[in-house]
Structures are given as C-alpha cells and as structure tokens.
C-alpha cells in the first residue's frame, strides 16, 4: 500500500515536462541509429548512456505542478464540449497537497488552458518516402518550432485558486454529475464536502495565470464528517445517484453517504468484511446500490446497500495487497485491480462465482499506484506504478507477426523490442518520478493526467488516437 509521498520538497516549476532522464534534453534529436526497447527494472544503463526522449510518440506532453506534490487529483468535467478532438484544448482540475507541514496543505483548483499539440501519423511520412528525406532544412525546423516543448507546442496557461485544507489530502473526487461538489480524504481522519463552484467560475471568466503562488484562501466546508476511526484513502462518488458516496478507512470499515438537500447523512453503522485497511471504492456504473472495495488483505469485495451491512460477495483478488480497482464505465461486467506485488488483474463480474479471472499482468517490478478503464474505448486502461511507469494497454490486441513486419518495412529499421513484451501493452510513458495517480479526461479522447512527486504530465500518446470509436473521430 505504498501511499505517502515521502519527505515532500516544493517543486520547481518547470517549462519542459519531466519525460525522461534528468540528463536527457527534450529537445534532443533521436539518433538515427537503430533503436533499442529498454525496461526499466529489467536493462541497466551503461556508463555514457542515456534515454533519448523521442517527441513524435506523442500528440501533446508537458509538465505542470501546482507548488506542493499531490498524492491525488481528479479531473472536473466543464461545459465545454462531450467529446472534444481538436486542439487547442482546456482543462480543469481539483488536487489536493502534501507539504511538509500540516499547516502549509491546500486544495488546487486549476485551470490548464490553451493547451496547443499536434496529432501525428503512427509511421511519420519522412520514414516512407525518400525524396522527403532528403528536403532542405527549412521544413525540419518549422516542424521543431510547430513542436515546441515536448511535442506540446507553446505553454499553456495555467491559473490556480489554493483552498486550505486541515491536514495532507489522501484522496480527493469530484462529484460526476455536480462537478463543483468535491470530497477530500484527510490524513486528520476527516472526509470533508466541498463546494468550489466560484472558485470554478472566477477560472472560467479569464484566461489570465493568477494567484500561482498568491493567497491561499479560507473556506469553510459544506460537509465534515469525523466517525470514521482512522484516516482513509478510498473514496468514491455514485455515477447513477447524484450526491450518494461512499469512504473507507484504514481501520477495515465503509460508510455511506445518502444526499439529504444542501447535506448529507452518514450512516453511522459501516459496512465490514475485509480483514485489513479498504484501500479503494468503485460504485457500480450501471447499479445504484452496488459498490465494490478492494483491500490489504488481497481481496475485493462487492456490496449490495440493501442486504445489510456484510458483502455480498467476496474473493481473493492478489497475493498481496490490492491498493487500486477500476469499475469499468463501457463494460459494465469487467473490473481491474492493481496490487503490491506489481500485477494487475481483469474480472468479469458475471462469472464471479466460478473463475472470473479473464487476465493477469506482471510487467510492472513495483507495486501498482493507479489503474483507470479509458472513458471512450472499452478494452483500453491505463496503469501507473512506482517503478516510475505509466502504462497503455489494449485487450483486444494479440500479436500478429506480418503486422509486425510490415509495420518495420515502413519504417526501415529494426526497432529490436523483446520479444516477451505483451502484446496488448500500447505505450509506455516515462519521466515522472513516484507516480502516485492518473485519471483519463473524460470529454477528451486519448488525454491522460498523471501526478507524482515532481508534478503533473499531461500526455496524450500518438498511438491512442487508433482505438477511439470512429463517432469521437
């Protein structure tokens, strides 16, 4: 249950996002060399060796932070558009700190705007055709100054409104279907209600950076409840019932939130059937009264709020610890979870009595920090661990070898991948250090938003754009 950001240090605002080694440029030209796949936690660098970050693996990259680490962050949904595939693009977001003194912790909510990419061919023209080749330099260096910073183009915009917050946050969510309404995990053993709506709006009304480093404001809570008897991690807003939520504890125990108006009303009797701390909470998509948990104590669990207060059913999930799980929002019978050991695993619900097992990875070396299904395609989730990856995966790819080898006639090298990698691992993403949390934007197909101890990366893989359906195109 690796959760804390250790020693937390104030980050370094920077103009060039964090995608590979601290000695790598961003701006550096990938060698036209062939290349070399390299693993981390499998290949060792050599002395005088060093990853070259390559910009046209991705149609947007960039890296931002808020002042102190977040542990956790969630993407608030805006009015701006459903689906959204042209840039430039906007974002909002809640985050919440830990700073190095309870005192010093905030609530971030932020507003990235501007954001200007490029979408890119998997198999860039120059590699197909000789004759582009060999262009004068002109073309070139208008495509590095049309790239800008990591593929990203000019920098964005960022404003920032900074709300106290009693305590480092644990996790915070905002709510589907009030955006404005976020719930915070305090590391104090409080879950506070909270409403930012003109916070939100005094973002929408400029384009301005403002208050970066400025005020941080006093607001007084909507909700705080205090009856759980320990601090928490997991907790989760329903997508089927505007205001009900759930929050779990390190001390095994869940309580349900019901909506009362402008309040709410915990009930003080909590779910219990985990033998150790509840680590994550996912409500059904579909189901109003069905939630799943995930534990220490390897196992997830799947409650029904009208048959009483014990689970419904329950089974071991991993050998170890199941810090994250992930209720799938497109296949409503399929769940993934990640663990301590590194793995992460893919259910069907509907065969939960027999063997619901459908897949199990092992890829990453290090426990698993954040596991999220893809909003716009239903066999795509992404995965961040502390082996300092962020992975793409795609269930629906097997291996085709004449694929493979036509691909590499294109582009006239042998790109020398293992041949142990999965086939349904779609892109790996690098850079961040202590990857802690990643969400998909939901209104926009193909975005990824990650924290970690450095800050956040907003990144958006050339190679994601292929499996969004052909109506977000």
Request: glycine share 6%; with cysteine; hydrophobic share 35%.
């Amino acid at each position: 249950m690796p959760r804390s950001l250790k020693n937390p240090k104030k980050s370094k605002r920077k103009n060039r996002p964090s995608s590979k080694k601290e000695e790598a440029s961003p701006s550096s030209v990938v060698p036209s060399a062939p290349a070399k796949v390299w693993q981390p936690g499998v290949d060792e660098m050599e002395e005088g060796e060093e990853l070259q970050f390559d910009p046209s693996a991705y149609n947007y990259l960039r890296g931002f932070n808020i002042g102190w680490p977040c542990l956790s962050f969630d993407v608030v949904q805006d009015s701006l558009g459903l689906v959204r595939t042209e840039f430039p693009h906007t974002l909002y977001g809640v985050a919440g700190t830990q700073a190095d003194q309870q005192s010093a912790n905030y609530i971030g909510i932020f507003k990235l705007s501007k954001i200007t990419g490029k979408k890119r061919d998997l198999v860039p023209a120059s590699l197909n055709n000789d004759e582009e080749m060999e262009d004068d330099d002109s073309s070139s260096s208008d495509e590095d100054e049309d790239m800008g910073d990591a593929a990203g183009g000019n920098a964005p915009v960022l404003q920032i409104k900074k709300v106290a917050h009693q305590g480092c946050v644990n996790r915070i969510r905002s709510m589907t279907q009030k955006p404005h309404i976020c719930a915070t995990w305090g590391d104090t053993g409080f879950v506070q209600v909270w409403d930012f709506s003109s916070h939100l709006n005094s973002l929408a009304e400029s384009d301005a950076p403002n208050n970066r480093d400025g005020t941080v404001i006093k607001q007084t809570p909507i909700m705080k409840f205090g009856g759980h008897k320990d601090e928490g991690y997991a907790i989760d807003w329903s997508p089927v019932v505007p205001g009900r939520l759930v929050s779990g504890d390190c001390n095994k125990c869940i309580h349900l939130w019901e909506p009362t108006g402008d309040s709410w009303k915990v009930d003080s009797t909590p779910f219990t059937g985990h033998d150790a701390s509840v680590e994550d909470l996912q409500w059904s998509p579909t189901e109003a009264n069905i939630f799943a948990s995930s534990s220490v104590d390897g196992k997830i669990a799947i409650w029904d709020t009208r048959e009483g207060k014990k689970p419904k059913f329950i089974f071991k999930a991993h050998d170890a610890d199941v810090n994250v799980i992930s209720w799938n929002r497109l296949a409503s019978c399929m769940i993934a979870s990640g663990s301590d050991d590194g793995s992460f695993s893919i259910r069907d619900l509907r065969q939960i009595k027999d063997d619901s097992l459908v897949a199990h990875f092992k890829y990453h070396k290090k426990p698993i920090t954040s596991v999220e299904w893809s909003p716009h395609e239903a066999s795509t989730l992404a995965v961040s661990s502390d082996d300092h990856q962020l992975t793409i995966w795609d269930l629906s790819l097997e291996r085709d070898e004449e694929e493979e080898a036509e691909f590499k006639a294109k582009v006239k090298e042998q790109v020398n991948a293992p041949e142990d990698l999965p086939p349904q691992l779609l892109f790996v993403h690098q850079g961040q250090k202590d990857l802690k949390e990643l969400h998909w934007h939901p209104q926009i197909p193909g975005m990824i938003i990650s924290t970690a101890a450095d800050g956040f990366n907003v990144l958006m893989p050339t190679n994601i754009d292929v499996t969004l359906p052909s109506a977000a195109s």
